[in-house]
């Protein structure tokens, strides 16, 4: 059985490649190894967000839910310091590297949690939750996401949300629209959409 970037732990045995890349007009170097999401470049999806994300009107932390190695969560922690940033995956080969590449880029206010989805994460909330979700862990968990999300965001708080039309951005908008009764398409290029919901 092949395994997939939402494997608990990485078989596949590490090799480590470091890059920089231009992200909100700054250079960051990041590392990245075998057995985690989009080893060689910053996904189009991810970019996306990173580009439109803006920090919500409210006090809180932000959580990269899934962050892999935490090109997201990173981006978003260096633009808006005075808040910190919660960094969750389920892999801990990609924890460990975004914890990494955090150091490497000298971003200081994280936090790095393993956690399948909210398992390890009950006792926070969060003013904003960013996902760029595990597509290939099937339909059930991306919407278990979405659903579970809610529990943990403050009132008022931003859950946003990356996903390609072909890969199911139509029913993560239905989805997204049913567990929060509002959704807003923020952005959409090269068949992605960036949706938002607030947390009323």
């Known amino acids: 059985m092949s395994e997939h970037y939402f494997s608990q732990k990485p078989q596949s045995k590490s090799s480590p490649k470091t890059w920089s890349y231009q992200l909100r007009e700054k250079e960051y170097t990041f590392t990245s190894d ?3 999401f989009s080893k060689n470049e ?10 439109h994300f803006v920090e919500p009107n409210k006090s809180g932390s932000v959580l990269d839910l899934g962050c892999g190695y935490g090109p997201i969560g990173i981006t978003i922690a260096d633009t808006y310091p005075d808040r910190k940033v919660v960094f969750a995956d389920v892999n801990e080969r990609a924890i460990k590297l975004a914890e990494q590449n955090a150091e490497q880029n000298k971003v200081r206010n994280t936090e790095f949690v393993k956690s399948d989805r909210f398992s390890n994460l009950a006792d926070y909330t969060f003013a904003s939750i960013v996902t760029n979700p595990p597509i290939r862990a099937g339909k059930q ?3 278990a996401m979405i659903e579970e999300s809610r529990r943990v965001l403050d009132e008022s708080g931003e859950f946003w949300i990356v ?3 072909k890969q199911g951005a139509p029913s ?3 989805k997204v629209t049913s567990v929060f009764g509002n959704v807003e398409v923020v952005a959409k290029d090269k068949g992605y959409f960036l949706f938002r919901a607030i947390n009323i």
Request: aromatic content about 10%.
């Open 34 to 36: 075998y057995g985690v």
């Open 42 to 51: 910053i996904d189009y999806g991810s970019r996306l967000l990173i580009d």
């Open 141 to 143: 968990v991306v919407h």
């Open 163 to 165: 996903i390609q039309k």
């Open 172 to 174: 993560a908008k239905e």
